[in-house]
């Protein structure tokens, strides 16, 4: 960890003549970030700056321009901004916009784990930022917590582009990698290659963080984190937080899927997925706060969470050699290389002066012998009383066992259940966690896969829609939409079918859509201008039943007939379906408009903005267009609609 108390040789200074940097924000493996104050347009801004040990590096300094131009091109809310790029004697920078904030890692530190909506609220802004980058043709290839800003205004952006690529430009290196461990992507480690899916696998470990408190991955060496990246496949957050939504369990196990071809192809297509999630979540569901939630900040008070030297090594971006295929052995599967779980190198051979490695030996005994005696008792007042749980998951229940045996731990209990992620006879979770600590001689209970439940959909067709419903819950399938659809053969309130069909099988608590046939269709008959009575009878004959609604209306029909119907004449109904009548209060008198002496086009203008239709009659001889009379007087009333015929002057 580097002391930020020292002084830094930088703040102070004014780079580049125009860049006065005032504190130290953050150090990285690769730069170290500023924020600072750009004089000539008065702003304060973050500076990147690379270690002055890498500047000499060509390629570290390649690769600190390619973020400059490449985020220059990616002009979205979610991705800070680069303002500007230089270099001043030994310090090569980055002008970016600062993000008043923290970052992801550091209220996951804080929080532990979090609520589904915000959990997906934040994996959202990412896969918006990425989805721009991974369009405009670039690779982030470095996603992790510590990329993502949360500003205090509640606004998420993705930093650090330094690893980006170009999508049609993915390098294939033999001998190492630069990445993150945590977050890297089977390919990445197996064949050096990352595409647009690499990031959208460290999404899917990003999520299962948010979700769980904890990394997914669990080892005391980079070398065990990478054979469980290539072997294993992500556990279900559920095996964490029990009660999280399946939903959320499929979309982590697409986004972290070790078959390219299962995986998501880009960010878009995951925040698609991540949408659809959300979308089928409750409220309920989204807000539900998580156990670890409640007990991570006095779990960090109480210094009982991770080594936190080892969580910073872990979450650096680091130079990483390649696992090769020559050094793991043939691969019997695409995307599963058959390997032994790493060891820890032997240590190298040391000969004394003569050469003799049994002197050597005898010294490192009598050194270890020395160590014990003198520190024995510190050893066993800060930590023998206590050991680690040992990482069990996706172990086989045996392999488990004897782990557990080894650790001098005991095994309380084995229960088992379904998992759609974890093979059958593999581990799920423990109980206290892996990695948590535990008196020696405690115990630990595990739950063991029994595989997925797939249920069968039954068949209903033909069943009232009450009982097939019962049915579904019945086999553990939850009814979903219900809809009508007419039918000759299938009697109304009987289900038609189901989507997906009977027969068709599917996870536990999926939703099974029915269609409800609505029987024969009826043609609806024109009832207008019948009495209420006739109308009601009409219908009856048809199997439909009349409704009359509050209320009148006026129209041409005459009073106390039907004005209108609904639905109308020529629609189809279904049997028993009702038809709404508005009864008629007569057509609603209306002045009439004095039009006498007016040419013929204004005065019927004039009767029909009224509310009439109108009819000419010309006098003969026709001697002019001059109205001389109309058959009802101007001033005079008559229905709405009816019909004024207008005379024009003769001799």
Not at 479 to 508: C, Q, Y
Not at 589 to 605: H, T
């Amino acid at each position: 960890m580097v002391d930020t108390t020292l002084q830094d040789p930088l703040v102070g200074q004014l780079l580049d003549g125009r860049y006065r940097v005032d504190a130290r924000i953050a150090v990285g493996g690769m730069a170290t970030v500023y924020r600072a104050m750009d004089t000539r347009l008065d702003r304060v801004l973050a500076l990147k700056v690379m270690h002055p040990a890498l500047a000499t590096d060509a390629s570290f300094v390649e690769r600190f321009i390619r973020e400059a131009k490449s985020v220059a091109h990616l002009a979205h809310p979610n991705v800070v901004g680069v303002f500007d790029q230089g270099a001043q004697g030994q310090y090569v920078y980055l002008a970016m916009e600062y993000v008043a904030g923290c970052t992801l890692r550091d209220v996951l530190s804080e929080r532990g784990a979090l609520q589904p909506r915000a959990a997906l609220d934040i994996l959202e802004s990412v896969l918006a930022a990425l989805g721009a980058a991974h369009r405009a043709g670039f690779v982030h290839r470095d996603m992790k917590p510590e990329n993502v800003l949360i500003g205090d205004d509640g606004r998420v952006k993705v930093a650090d582009f330094g690893l980006v690529r170009a999508v049609d430009a993915v390098t294939n290196t033999t001998g190492t990698i630069l990445g993150t461990v945590s977050y890297l992507a089977p390919e990445q480690i197996e064949h050096g290659t990352a595409d647009t899916r690499a990031d959208v696998y460290a999404c899917g470990v990003v999520l299962y963080e948010m979700l769980t408190g904890d990394k997914p991955r669990d080892g005391e060496s980079p070398a065990q984190v990478i054979y469980q990246h290539l072997n294993e496949d992500v556990p279900p957050p559920s095996a964490v937080v029990p009660g999280l939504a399946p939903e959320l369990d499929e979309l982590v196990a697409s986004a972290t899927a070790r078959s390219l071809e299962i995986r998501p192809f880009d960010a878009v297509a995951l925040l698609a997925e991540a949408r659809r999630a959300r979308a089928a979540l409750t409220d309920a569901q989204l807000d539900a706060v998580p156990p670890r939630a409640l007990t991570a900040a006095r779990d960090a008070d109480a210094g009982d969470g991770p080594d936190d030297e080892a969580e910073r090594a872990d979450s650096r971006t680091t130079v990483i050699p390649r696992v090769l295929p020559t050094h793991l052995g043939t691969a019997h599967h695409t995307n599963r290389l058959e390997m032994p779980p790493p060891q820890d190198p032997a240590p190298p051979r040391r000969t004394g002066p003569l050469g003799s490695p049994r002197r050597g030996l005898i010294a490192a005994v009598l050194a270890v012998l020395l160590v014990l005696g003198v520190g024995g008792g510190v050893w066993y007042i800060n930590s023998g009383q206590f050991t680690k749980v040992p990482s069990v998951l996706s172990q086989t229940e045996e392999a488990a066992k004897k782990r557990l045996s080894d650790a001098g731990l005991e095994l309380k209990g084995v229960k088992r259940a379904y998992s759609d992620t974890v093979d059958r006879g593999k581990v799920i979770s423990s109980d206290p966690k892996s990695g948590a600590r535990i008196r020696d001689n405690g115990s630990v209970s595990l739950v063991v896969s029994r595989g997925p439940k797939i249920i069968e959909v039954p068949d209903v067709e033909g069943v009232r829609l009450a009982d097939a419903k019962r049915q579904l819950k019945k086999v553990g399938l939850l009814p979903g939409m219900v809809t009508k659809e007419f039918s000759d053969e299938v009697a109304a309130g009987e289900v038609l079918r189901t989507n997906p069909r009977a027969g068709t099988e599917r996870h536990p608590d999926s939703a099974v859509a029915i269609v409800v046939s609505k029987g024969a269709p009826v043609d609806v008959p024109d009832v207008t201008g019948l009495s209420v009575d006739d109308a009601t009878a009409a219908l009856a004959d048809e199997g439909l039943k009349a409704e009359v609604v509050p209320g009148r209306v006026h129209s041409p029909e005459d009073k106390g007939d039907i004005a209108r119907q609904s639905p109308g004449e020529g629609t189809e109904a279904a049997e028993g379906d009702t038809v709404k009548l508005t009864v008629s209060d007569g057509p609603r008198m209306i002045d009439v408009p004095d039009v006498v002496g007016k040419d013929v086009d204004e005065a019927s203008d004039e009767l029909e903005a009224a509310g009439f239709e109108v009819k000419v009659h010309r006098s003969f001889p026709f001697i002019s267009d001059k109205i001389a009379g109309q058959s009802v007087d101007g001033g005079d009333q008559a229905p709405e609609g009816s019909t004024i015929t207008i005379k024009t002057k003769g001799l």
